[in-house]
């Protein structure tokens, strides 16, 4: 099993950055995709940005050019560095992990999840 442990979230202006940081335990693997997503209240959990094994990555429309992910497999660590955040970023940020080495935008397709941290925007 594989444990992971969101932190990072927080209140911010609108225009301001946060740093998300997903920690991994237990039988982690470099070759483990992993994906950020997001829920706001009374909405579906959504595709935020996934990285591959083999770092490739892919993000939402909605955040491309204002959210990054990286990971530190020697840390076991993911990270999500978010930039001129909106109000409409306001969510439950999970990270997510794979047990296999591509990402998907699906989380269905995702078998290990964190406990979420929130996110708010000001305006």
């Known amino acids: 099993q594989v444990q992971l442990v969101e932190s990072g979230g927080g209140l911010v202006q609108a225009g301001g950055s946060l740093r998300l940081s997903c920690a991994a335990s237990?039988?982690?693997?470099?070759?483990?995709?992993m994906g950020w997503f997001r829920q706001a209240p009374g909405k579906e959990r959504e595709f935020v940005a996934g990285i591959s094994w083999n770092v490739l990555t892919g993000y939402a429309d909605s955040v491309k050019g204002r959210f990054t992910i990286s990971r530190d497999n020697a840390k076991n660590m993911v990270y999500l560095q978010m930039t001129s955040l909106k109000p409409e970023d306001t969510a439950v940020y999970y990270c997510a992990g794979r047990r296999i080495t591509g990402y998907s935008t699906r989380p269905a397709d995702y078998d290990y999840w964190g406990q979420g941290t929130q996110v708010t925007v000001s305006s």
């Open positions: 237990g039988r982690t693997s470099s070759s483990n995709a």
